[in-house]
């Protein structure tokens, strides 16, 4: 068995550390291993909306007219895009929160989370190699839509692992560590992806790639690191707390909820630019998908990279100037980037304007991990999570349907890409409503040893 003074105990494969231990502060080896599906997730996720997801449905679609009460409206590809992305973020809205809350009682002799991870990750790889070999866009929703189901049943627990695993006084730190990991997967997606397999149409082996990640970085965490074991049983029916994963009591921790808005405003604004990007450099310099991807990689790639330095940089910054002071900086420099970006004329300023949203994204990452988890009750870390896993769904569930059919009305049959600066307009508009719901929010702030 584990004993008390933190200290895990081995059961065959799998390290197991009691809910009643003592949290030890984690090296930056086990730090680096704890965020390593944090990196899978962003090489996936990213890589897939931002360039993989647009490149198929250009593929497998044509424009078609639709008639609605004497109104005439194209749906080209970027309302496809959206549906698509659509589709499989209710999916996700409903589950991760759910397999949360289930991961917060479980009483598995392996561990409350490493079950649920172990499972998802075996279906992403399963759901991953069947999109490799689609051949239509009703097949890819639905393929889309069970990569999801897997993903989150992962992910979930996933989050829930974090706040197990790192003392209070360790939070910042690590913080800026899992925000650096994501960022270097996205690079290293984008690089991959986008400027090497998808310009040459090698878009099965792109998808392969992630299924490959996805294993690797689960059997790191499931192998690698210790999990709870439950010792306190939950007398309350199992079908209530299920339901509860998606509620939290808005007066007793009033804070998180209004950081969980604020959250949601300010990730609908990336993700509506990284969603759409491919396609406004494809149609702004009339350039081949192939093409397009090596561009939109280049573009986003770079963004990226100037998150990645900030990330770090303004995580060990906030443990002297505040989180909300960061977050709060962080959504009027994404504003500006996202307001110049309306009126660059050529690439070059397109990637200069760009990486001022990069840098306010990293900024963003490094420290809001660190401000949730202070704001949670760390018995229900899991399920407390999973709800902030809604901002982070309900961002594209809200913004990918808005802004993809405003961009093929504006675009009016891709006889203009006027469209695509209406998006950077109203992702500015993202930006600037962040910021106005972050200011109810109170800090805590957490002793330094």
């Known amino acids: 068995m584990a004993t008390a003074t933190g200290i895990p105990s081995r059961r065959r494969f799998f390290r197991v550390l009691p809910d009643t231990a003592e949290r030890r502060r984690l090296s930056l080896r086990q730090i680096v291993v704890l965020s390593a599906i944090w990196f899978a997730i962003a090489y996936l996720m990213n890589t897939l909306g931002g360039i993989t997801i647009p490149y198929l449905v250009s593929a497998l679609t044509r424009p078609a007219t639709i008639a609605w009460l004497g109104l005439h409206f194209t749906a ?36 409350r989370r490493r079950p649920y991870i172990m499972v998802g990750i075996a279906g992403d790889v399963v759901f991953l190699s069947a999109m490799a070999f689609v051949t239509s866009y009703w097949m890819l929703i639905v393929v889309y839509m069970l990569l999801q189901m897997a993903s989150n049943t992962a992910q979930g627990p996933y989050q829930g692992m974090l706040p197990d695993q790192v003392p209070d006084e360790q939070r910042p730190e690590a913080s800026g560590y899992y925000g650096l990991l994501q960022l270097i997967g996205t690079i290293v997606g984008f690089i991959v992806i986008g400027a090497v397999l998808l310009p040459g149409n090698h878009v099965r082996l792109a998808i392969l790639s992630y299924a490959a990640v996805t294993a690797i970085a689960g059997a790191l965490v499931v192998f690698g690191m210790p999990d ?42 990336p993700v509506g630019i990284s969603s759409f990007s491919l396609n406004f450099i494809q ?112 961002a594209g569930l809200i913004a990918r349907p808005i802004l993809g059919p405003v961009i093929d009305a504006f675009n009016n049959g891709r006889s203009s890409v006027i469209g695509y600066r209406v998006m950077f307009g109203m992702v500015a508009v993202f930006f600037l409503l962040a910021l106005v719901t972050l200011q109810p929010v109170r800090e805590v702030r957490v002793a330094q040893r």
């Open 228 to 269: 709870v074991l439950t010792t306190r049983r939950d007398a309350s029916p199992l079908g209530r707390a299920i339901l509860l994963s998606f509620a939290i009591d808005v007066k007793r921790y009033r804070d998180f909820a209004w950081l969980m808005v604020s959250r949601l405003f300010f990730l609908m604004a």
């Open 283 to 394: 149609d702004a310099f009339h350039l081949s998908r192939g093409a397009a991807s090596t561009q939109a990689a280049i573009l986003q790639s770079g963004v990226v990279v100037f998150a990645a330095v900030m990330s770090l940089t303004a995580g060990l910054a906030a443990q002297r100037l505040g989180k909300k002071r960061l977050i709060s900086a962080s959504c009027v420099l994404g504003a500006v980037g996202s307001t110049l970006l309306i009126f660059a004329p050529s690439f070059l300023l397109i990637f200069l304007f760009g990486c001022l949203v990069g840098i306010a994204l990293g900024m963003f990452l490094s420290v809001d991990w660190a401000f949730m988890t202070d704001l949670i009750p760390k018995a229900e870390a899991g399920r407390y999570m999973g709800v902030s896993n809604i901002a982070t769904v309900s």
């Open 76 to 111: 080209d590809k970027n309302t496809y895009v959206a549906i698509l992305d659509t589709a499989g973020a209710i999916f996700a809205l409903v589950w991760q929160p759910a397999i949360g809350a289930l991961s917060d009682r479980s009483r598995f002799r392996i561990g």
